[in-house]
C-alpha cells in the first residue's frame, strides 16, 4: 500500500488533539504575523503596529471559525470512513486555499488593498500557506512524538510483566482463549482475548494491534510481520483481508463496497473499517460464508 493510500494516525483526528491544534495555530499565527510581518505584510497593507495586531487578531479569528468548521467535518467523515494521508493532504490545502480566499476578499473588498484581485488572491495563498503550515508541521510533529513516546511506556510495562501472559500459564488458569502475540525473536510481548481483538495492521517491521479496553479502542505495537503471525498462529481466527492487514474473523459485521472498493465493519462500538483487496477477497469470503452479513 502506497503512503497516500494509508490511513492516517487516530490522534490527528482525536477530539482533544484537533482543540490544542486549534488554540496552538491561533497563538502562533498571531505571534509570527506581529513579530515577523511575513513577505512585508505590515509595508503592502501600510499599517501601524497597533493595526496590524488588530487587523491580525480578526483576521486570525476568521481563519479559526473556517479551520473549526472544517475539523468538524473531518471529525464526521471520519467517523464513518477512514481518510488517506492523500485526503488528509488534499484536506489541508482545501483548508489554506478556502482561508486565502476569504482574506483575499477581505483585502479587496473591504480594506481595497489592490486593484487586481487574482494578485491579491495569490499573495493571500502564499502567506496563508507559510503561516498556517508551520504549525501544522510543529503540531503534528508533537502529537507523533507524544503517540510514539506512550507506545514505548507501553511496551516497557509490558517488559516489567504488567502485559505478559505465558501461554502455557494461560492454559493453567482457563485462559485458553488469550491469543498470544510474540516478537521476531519468538518472545511473548502481548496477549488479548479473542473477543476483544478488531484486527492487525502492518507498519514496516512491526505489526499493530487494535483492540479493545474497557470499550475503548486501543492499540499496541509488536516488531514483527503480518506473515509470522499468520504461521505462528494459523487456528486463531485471524484472516488477510490485506497485504496490509489481517482481521478477527468474528468480529467482522459486514462488508460493503465504497468509492475506493470493499470496506469491512466491525461489530464494536467504534465505528472502525478496514480495506478489503481482491488478492484476499475469495479466501476470506470463504471463511466469512454463513456467519455474517454481506454488502455488495
Known amino acids: 500500500m502506497l503512503l497516500w493510500e494509508k490511513k492516517i494516525p487516530d490522534y490527528l483526528t482525536d477530539r482533544k488533539n484537533i482543540v490544542s491544534f486549534l488554540l496552538f495555530t491561533a497563538v502562533f499565527a498571531l505571534i509570527f504575523i506581529n513579530i515577523y510581518a511575513p513577505f512585508g505584510v505590515d509595508k503592502w497593507m501600510d499599517v501601524t503596529d497597533l493595526q496590524l495586531f488588530v487587523y491580525s487578531s480578526v483576521v486570525i479569528l476568521i481563519g479559526m471559525l473556517v479551520i473549526v468548521f472544517s475539523r468538524m467535518l473531518m471529525h464526521i467523515f471520519t467517523r464513518r470512513r477512514a481518510i488517506s494521508y492523500g485526503k488528509y493532504g488534499l484536506w489541508i490545502i482545501g483548508e489554506i486555499s478556502v482561508l486565502a480566499l476569504v482574506y483575499a476578499l477581505i483585502q ?145 459485521k459486514v462488508i460493503r463496497k465504497e468509492k475506493e472498493g470493499l470496506i469491512i465493519g466491525f461489530d464494536s462500538p467504534a465505528n472502525v473499517t478496514v480495506p478489503i483487496s481482491k488478492t484476499y477477497l475469495d479466501v476470506f469470503i470463504r471463511r466469512l460464508s454463513g456467519t455474517e452479513s454481506i454488502e455488495m
Open 108 to 252: 479587496w473588498y473591504f480594506l481595497h488593498v489592490g486593484n487586481d484581485l487574482l494578485l491579491v488572491l495569490r499573495n493571500s495563498i502564499r502567506i496563508t500557506a507559510y503561516i498556517i503550515l508551520l504549525p501544522y508541521v510543529i503540531f503534528w510533529l508533537y502529537v507523533s512524538f507524544k503517540d510514539k513516546y506512550a507506545i514505548l511506556e507501553k511496551l516497557k510495562n509490558s517488559r516489567s510483566g504488567h502485559e505478559l501472559t505465558d501461554l502455557s500459564q494461560s492454559k493453567a488458569t482457563g485462559l485458553s482463549s488469550l491469543i498470544p502475540f510474540h516478537d521476531e525473536k519468538g518472545v511473548l510481548k502481548f496477549s488479548i482475548k479473542k473477543e476483544d481483538l478488531l484486527y492487525l495492521e502492518a507498519a514496516d517491521n512491526y505489526i499493530v494491534i487494535h483492540y479493545f479496553d474497557n470499550q475503548k479502542l486501543s492499540r499496541y505495537i509488536v516488531r514483527n510481520t503480518l506473515k509470522r503471525i499468520e504461521q505462528k498462529i494459523p487456528n486463531a481466527g485471524l484472516v488477510r483481508s490485506h497485504r496490509s492487514y489481517m482481521v478477527n474473523i468474528d468480529n467482522v
